[in-house]
Antibody
């Protein structure tokens, strides 16, 4: 059974830092391109950023509101995805999900947004 | 950024009746590889989103055939042929053709 389990959320003051983790199991994590998506009641779903597989370069892309402040990384030996969040702002308050992005490998196309965790809540407030 | 606009934002439907959601993008979603990366997601209350449709019209594994997607370029539609009680939730279109990936505002489907 595929599982994505996010952790690391919590209450943090503006300007603070937090690192989220996403533990994956039940699929070949090392092949997967992964994204972080956040959700707020007011702004709906918002894509945060993506990391490719190491085989495909392991490069990252970010949404403009988080670029330069957030860093996505992965540890394939631990089947874990990370989101390092620095210089947090009140507008970063959201439920953060990790999910699979779409990608191609030798077996063809893999649609994204198939696997999701339950999310971890980040609250930025003084 | 590509703006995704969904209509309606709310859709009260009678059980067994059809429902249709429109999604319009501010730019063409045709990728340089020729594919159109337009997906539809369903989010039931208290749950993470779930993939229903990818690349406009491909139903993901396990998704009931009452769900169908269509469209091209900038105009897309999700149809539910006969709404069932389990279909209640919020439906999102999203594009992964051009960075940043973007989502529609969501359409709430509820039973009348």
């Amino acid at each position: 059974e595929v599982q994505l389990v996010e952790s690391g959320g919590g209450l943090v003051k503006p300007g603070g830092s937090l690192r989220l983790s996403c533990a994956a199991s039940g699929f070949t994590f090392s092949n997967a391109w992964m994204s972080w998506v956040r959700q707020t009641p007011g702004k709906g779903l918002e894509w945060v950023g993506r990391i490719k597989s190491r085989t495909d370069g392991g490069t990252t892309d970010y949404a403009l509101p988080v670029k330069g402040r957030f860093t996505i990384s992965r540890d394939d030996s631990k089947n874990t995805l990370y989101l390092q969040m620095n210089s947090l702002k009140t507008e970063d308050t959201a439920l953060y999900y990790c999910t699979t992005d779409d990608y191609y490998d030798r077996s063809g196309y893999h649609p994204g947004w198939v696997y999701w965790g339950q999310g971890t809540l980040v609250t930025v407030s003084s | 950024d590509i703006v995704m606009t969904q209509t309606p934002l709310s859709s009260p439907v009678t059980l067994g009746q059809p429902a249709s959601i429109s999604c319009r993008s501010s730019q063409s979603l045709v990728h340089r590889d020729g594919n159109t990366y337009l997906s539809w997601l369903q989010q039931r209350p208290g749950q993470p989103p779930r993939l229903l449709i990818y690349k406009i019209s491909n139903r993901f594994s396990g998704v009931p055939d009452r769900f169908s997607g269509s469209g091209a370029g900038t105009d897309f539609t999700l149809k539910i042929s006969r709404v069932e009680a389990e279909d209640v939730g919020v439906y999102y279109c999203m594009q992964s053709t051009q960075f940043p990936w973007t989502f529609g505002q969501g359409t709430k489907v509820e039973i009348k």
